[in-house]
């Protein structure tokens, strides 16, 4: 499987703010500037929307993010994220949230 440009910058992230304090701390306070500074792209935000970092590196906490509501009120699991949910999941979880960050198109040409 080949990775998307977008992907391999979301792990170069991930792999920099495990690797470096510094930047974890900045990439927190300060999330699109520190993007923006490690990739030397703008980030192309949609109107009123913003990124939020929170350290999820403490092992003795687990941590539960709830996503946005779909727009739409019909929309149902399929039959892999019903497996996810329901404690099945193997490793496809990373990817399927790395394909939706993808989805996002925040890039832009700095």
């Given amino acids: 499987m080949e990775f998307t440009q977008e992907q391999k910058t979301y792990a170069e992230i991930v792999q920099k703010a495990w690797e470096d304090a510094d930047f974890k701390k900045e990439l927190v306070s300060n999330p699109v500037e520190t ?3 490690l990739t030397g792209k703008k ?26 509501k779909p727009y739409h009120d019909d929309v149902e699991l399929n039959e892999s994220q019903l497996e996810m949910v329901a404690g099945g999941m193997e490793t496809g979880i990373i990817k399927d949230v790395v394909d939706f960050l993808s989805s996002l198109s925040l890039y832009s040409p700095k």
């Fill in 43 to 68: 980030l192309n935000l949609p109107e009123g929307k913003k990124i939020i970092v929170r350290d999820q590196t403490d092992e003795s906490s687990v941590y539960i993010n709830i996503p946005a």
């Fill in 35 to 37: 993007i923006e500074k």
